[in-house]
């Protein structure tokens, strides 16, 4: 088995299955609810049917959210003035305020977890984590594997959208490194 089969095994078993006290804290009782907060406070009002496409649920899911997320008087459903068969949700004041108060109650944490990882793991961590997910974002199980010309837009559109640069040591697959095989980006 090779170290990439080795580092899926410990993802699997140690990581993505258990829980951390954090995860269980957001998702007890909300299921969802949270999700949708969010989705207002970013975008402002939406539709049901827009909120459903973005959380990847369905109508009725969408529904029983916003009938729980109006009876705690975080959300208002109304029909638009122009055409009275589209409804519209918002988020009220005390739902911006729910989603503040979450916000700042998470970045609390982490940051409380960075502080005892130090500045160098934690800039490692965010390094890692955000090339992780730059190749997830491309890569899709069943299907064949992203292209090195699909891998490098990829990292640009990560580049140019923020600003972060994940450091390229050479064209590692155009040299034939095993550290880039499979993938042809170059990025360690």
Known sequence: MGFE???VDELWTKVWSHKSAMQRDLNRGA???????????????MTPSQLAS???V?????STLLSALEKKGYVTRENDPDDRRVVRVR???AGREAVRH????????VCWIFSQMGERRTREFVDLTREFMTYMSICRPGKP???AEEVRKAFEEV??????????AGNAAAEGSDDAAGAGSGRR
């Open 102 to 109: 979450d916000v700042d109650a998470m970045r609390d944490a």
């Open 91 to 93: 988020l009220t004041d």
């Open 159 to 168: 580049d140019s959208s923020d600003g972060w640069s994940c450091p390229v």
């Open 5 to 7: 089969q080795e580092a």
């Open 58 to 62: 369905s109508s009725g899911r969408v």
């Open 31 to 45: 299921h969802g609810e949270v999700f949708v907060l969010r989705q207002l406070m970013e975008f402002g009002q």
């Open 54 to 56: 973005a959380l990847r």
């Open 145 to 147: 594997r992203p292209t």
